[in-house]
């Protein structure tokens, strides 16, 4: 019966990943062919049509984690804690995605392919501490004690990321960045805004579509194991 | 008084710091470790480009934090044996003052490697500390409370998967970001003879995290042991 809740979810989830999938490549047509070229950066500004939405779904992935580690330690339902997971996994891919165009877009623009400045490094140790969530769950064969102590890290991140952003903004106001970093933030002209916003939201699209998957994939293991271990016993 | 929360803190700390006194085997390979950072610190460097005083703040800071991270583990090890945590945790004692304890024996344990470190430090690297030392104390208990916490309340957890050893620097050092550039950034100005005040903006920093991560680590210790 759960299983086929599971499989129908599973349906549910391939429809409107898929869809995102169609609507990305429209946006790339929109963005490669239908949007004005930026006047100082030329064709690499192109890049944050995939830069920036990346960014807002790896970091939505990951507030979702937080929001339901906390959640989870305080209602203890196995559910929230799969969901956690699921969407910590989802916001790596989408931080390897953002962490990938950020220097290629870098080298053009900044001529650096790396900069320590308060975004990118508390975006990095975010990224870095999800892959340290991961590699806990990997370490804990309780399900439950996994639950446990993946929460804990999930709670410790959304407190340290405030706080990683403001030192590195603090460190970078002592020591001001190269003038090439302050060549200003773009302000949008309307045709690139919607283009942005449609990707945003495309992504966020696809967002929910890989978590559902994952989640999914999840629980049809769980049911799976179950199913063994009933097999042996 | 024995079950309050102090009273079961001071035991469990005290308990910690006589084992640890009575082999001495995490304190001397902290204090071994420590030096060694140093002295590498000390060669990892053009010396007629970066003098000994540019490179100072941030070798200090790096041989603490690392040194401390080979301790933290040992706290919550020492209860793995013949499953002791498990005896600490039925005794009708309050969890937070476990942690507290754990937390207490911790800071016993990074103050005296720091302290010991400090002089050998301004030896190696030919600084003069003392003119600035008690500002320079304030800012390294400062820097440490915070880690210690998040260390002692990750040990917890880590000494209870696979690799363990493994496990805890790489869920500690993002917590050691903040504290770390906070402190390098205080401990040099210190050192170059600029007054405290210059740096109110990083101590308020230093501050907040300390009681920020203090507050969440008392109030998650919960959620990492009960069985």
């Known amino acids: ?233 | 008084m024995a079950n309050s929360l102090w009273g079961t803190a001071v035991a469990v700390a005290a308990k910690d710091l006589r084992i640890e006194w009575r082999t001495k085997t995490a304190f001397a390979s902290s204090i071994v470790f420590a030096v060694l950072v140093l002295a590498v610190f000390y060669f990892s460097r053009d010396p007629s480009v970066v003098t000994e005083l540019d490179i100072a703040p941030a070798a200090l800071w790096v041989t603490f934090t690392f040194a401390a991270m080979l301790g933290l583990n040992r706290a919550f090890l020492l209860e793995k044996e013949n499953r002791a945590l498990d005896g600490l945790l039925l005794t009708p004692v309050p969890r937070t003052g476990i942690f507290l304890g754990k937390l207490l024996g911790n800071l016993g344990f990074v103050v005296v490697v720091e302290l010991i470190s400090l002089p050998l430090f301004a030896v190696f690297f030919n600084v003069r500390v003392l003119h600035a030392l008690p500002q320079l104390l304030a800012v390294t208990a400062m820097a440490t409370l915070a880690f210690v916490a998040v260390g002692t309340l990750l040990s917890a957890m880590v000494v209870r998967t696979r690799f363990a050893e493994l496990m805890l620097p790489i869920l500690l050092l993002p917590f050691l970001v903040p504290p770390i550039i906070g402190a390098v950034q205080t401990t040099a100005g210190i050192l170059a003879g600029r007054p405290l005040s210059d740096f109110a903006g990083w101590l308020r920093l230093l501050g907040a995290f300390d009681i920020a991560f203090v507050t969440v680590c008392f109030l998650l210790f919960e959620a990492t042991v009960e069985e």
């Open chain 1, 1 to 233: 019966m759960e299983r086929n809740v599971a499989v129908r979810s599973l349906t549910r989830g391939w429809a409107l990943t898929l869809s995102a999938l169609l609507g990305l490549a429209l946006v790339y047509v929109r963005a490669a062919l239908f949007t004005p070229i930026e006047g100082t950066q030329g064709p690499a500004q192109k890049i944050f049509y995939v830069h920036v939405p990346s960014a807002w779904a790896s970091l939505l992935a990951f507030a979702v984690t937080g929001v339901l580690s906390l959640l989870y330690l305080r209602r203890r339902e196995h559910k929230l804690d799969t969901i956690a997971d699921a969407s910590a996994e989802v916001g790596l891919v989408f931080g390897v995605v953002m962490l990938t165009t950020g220097p290629i877009w870098g080298k053009t623009i900044w001529g650096a392919w790396w900069a320590w400045d308060a975004k990118l490094t508390s975006t990095l140790f975010l990224f870095l501490l999800f892959v340290g969530y991961k590699v806990l769950r990997g370490a804990v064969v309780d399900p439950e004690t996994r639950a446990r102590f993946s929460a804990v890290i999930g709670i410790l991140a959304l407190v340290l990321v405030p706080f990683i952003y403001f030192s590195v903004l603090m460190f970078r106001t002592l020591h001001p960045a190269p003038p090439v970093l302050r060549a200003g933030a773009p302000t949008l002209p309307g045709a690139m805004l919607i283009t942005l916003l449609l990707s945003v939201l495309v992504f966020s699209v696809l967002y929910v579509g890989f978590l559902m998957l994952r989640y999914c994939l999840s629980v049809l293991r769980e049911l799976r194991e179950e199913e063994a271990a009933d097999g042996i016993s």
